[in-house]
Nanobody, 126 residues
Framework: QLVESGGGLVQAGGSLRLSCAASGFTLDRHVIGWFRQAPGKERTGVSCLSPSDGTILYHDSVKGRFTITGDNAKNTVYLQMSSLKPDDTGVYYC?????????????????????WGQGTQVTVSS
């Protein structure tokens, strides 16, 4: 089970930290991803992390503003979001992907992820 938290309403330029707590399995053995779904749009990958080799992928739109990290002791993954923009608005989901040694561009996509949290709403006002 994955449970996201930390969403909310924030003004443009502000920051939020999302958390994804896992139970029933350990996060350090699977690719972990954060995804977002804006109203009327498809769910897209924001950032993915491979704990096996530390590879991290970011969507171009969030590079330099978002940071994904993991805390193995707490079995939790975080998404630190800074310099938020109205276009960042959406429901953010964390998900567990395959047990692989690394990830490459093109792998941070929803079909590659099997276990999903319920999502947390992020709204950025202009």
């Amino acid at each position: 089970q994955l449970v996201e938290s930390g969403g909310g309403l924030v003004q443009a330029g502000g920051s939020l930290r999302l958390s994804c707590a896992a139970s029933g399995f350990t996060l350090d053995r699977h690719v972990i991803g954060w995804f977002r779904q804006a109203p009327g749009k498809e769910r897209t990958g924001v950032s993915c992390l491979s704990p096996s080799d530390g590879t991290i992928l970011y969507h171009d739109s969030v590079k330099g503003r978002f940071t994904i990290t993991g805390d193995n002791a707490k079995n939790t993954v975080y998404l630190q979001m800074s310099s938020l923009k109205p276009d960042d608005t959406g429901v953010y989901y964390c998900a567990i992907g395959p047990h692989v040694s690394t990830i490459v561009q093109g792998m941070c996509v929803p079909p590659a992820f099997a276990i999903w949290g319920q999502g947390t709403q992020v709204t950025v006002s202009s």
